[in-house]
């Protein structure tokens, strides 16, 4: 959380950095939800 608010010139407000956080998690997760979902379906095909 220091790195995030040390970055910006101007201290974020608590509500913005919390909901940028869970953005991103949510964000990350999708994403690696589609990577192994594609990487298993394209290896059931293959088979």
Same mark, same amino acid.
């Given at each position: 959380m220091s790195q995030v608010e =040390?970055?910006?010139s101007n201290p974020p407000r608590?509500? =913005?950095v919390?909901?940028?956080r869970i953005?991103?998690?949510f964000n990350l997760n999708g994403i690696l939800?589609?990577?192994t979902r594609h990487?298993?379906?394209s290896?059931?095909? =293959?088979?």
């Open positions: =040390a970055s910006d608590p509500i =913005a919390a909901g940028r953005a991103e998690h939800e589609q990577a990487k298993a379906s290896w059931h095909t =293959a088979r």
